[in-house]
């Protein structure tokens, strides 16, 4: 499900040829999923899973020295974590881009596919947040900003980055996001 959807869009994808894929019938399919939108979400769910381990398995690595845990970055790494691609062990755009971006656009196509994929969007957003609120109650965030806002802005530069990729722009060297990130990092710091 997830290479077919991310291949043709959740518009285009069918349950016949995702069945066929994984060498299922469409009623096998039926008897875990009951249409389309509710395998759409299970597919978005365990690619976003599956990227986040792996993102949060490179930056523990060791493979980049800039890359250190320490209390004032934690939540600056715990967010990159989060990110849809890993420009550091991906190569090109990754179908959780692509899985991302559809689950957007459908939301915004189709109020069905909204009702159902909105939990998962807002389980994205929340997790995003609660980095974030837990950065703010620490002290490493200026509490007077909204966790919420700040959580829809970090998770638009990934979904920007996404789109850019896609449509075909290379991509900028992702170390030099670092660089990006620490400064972003002391502007939202609490101010003395």
Same mark, same amino acid.
């Given at each position: 499900?997830?290479?077919?959807?991310?291949?043709?869009g959740y518009e285009k994808a069918r349950l016949v040829d995702i069945a066929a894929?994984?060498?299922?019938?469409?009623?096998?399919?039926?008897?875990?999923?009951?249409?389309?939108?509710?395998?759409?979400?299970?597919?978005?769910?365990?690619?976003?899973?599956?990227?986040?381990?792996?993102?949060?398995?490179?930056?523990?690595?060791?493979?980049d020295e800039r890359i250190e845990i320490k209390p004032d970055a934690h939540w600056?790494?715990?967010?990159?974590?989060?990110?849809?691609?890993?420009?550091?062990?991906?190569?090109?755009?990754?179908?959780?881009?692509?899985?991302?971006?559809?689950?957007?656009?459908?939301?915004?196509?189709?109020e069905d596919a909204q009702n159902q994929l909105q939990p998962q969007i807002a389980?994205?957003?929340?997790?995003? !947040? !609660?980095?974030?609120?837990?950065?703010?109650?620490?002290?490493?965030?200026?509490?007077?900003?909204?966790?919420?806002?700040?959580?829809?802005?970090?998770?638009?530069?990934?979904?920007?980055?996404?789109?850019?990729?896609?449509?075909?722009?290379?991509?900028?060297?992702?170390?030099?996001?670092?660089?990006?990130? !620490?400064?972003?990092? !002391?502007?939202?710091?609490?101010?003395?």
């Amino acid at each position: 499900a997830i290479s077919e959807i991310a291949e043709r869009g959740y518009e285009k994808a069918r349950l016949v040829d995702i069945a066929a894929k994984a060498d299922l019938t469409v009623g096998s399919v039926y008897t875990w999923y009951k249409n389309k939108t509710e395998l759409f979400n299970a597919a978005i769910e365990y690619a976003l899973t599956e990227q986040q381990k792996k993102n949060l398995a490179y930056l523990s690595s060791g493979a980049d020295e800039r890359i250190e845990i320490k209390p004032d970055a934690h939540w600056a790494i715990l967010i990159a974590a989060l990110a849809p691609r890993n420009a550091a062990v991906d190569s090109g755009a990754t179908d959780t881009q692509r899985l991302l971006l559809e689950a957007l656009m459908a939301s915004w196509r189709n109020e069905d596919a909204q009702n159902q994929l909105q939990p998962q969007i807002a389980a994205i957003v929340a997790q995003y !947040e !609660e980095i974030l609120q837990g950065a703010m109650d620490s002290g490493y965030i200026d509490s007077a900003l909204d966790a919420k806002i700040l959580a829809r802005l970090f998770l638009a530069f990934p979904i920007g980055l996404s789109l850019l990729t896609l449509s075909g722009l290379p991509d900028p060297k992702m170390e030099n996001m670092l660089v990006f990130w !620490e400064r972003f990092a !002391e502007v939202i710091k609490p101010r003395q």
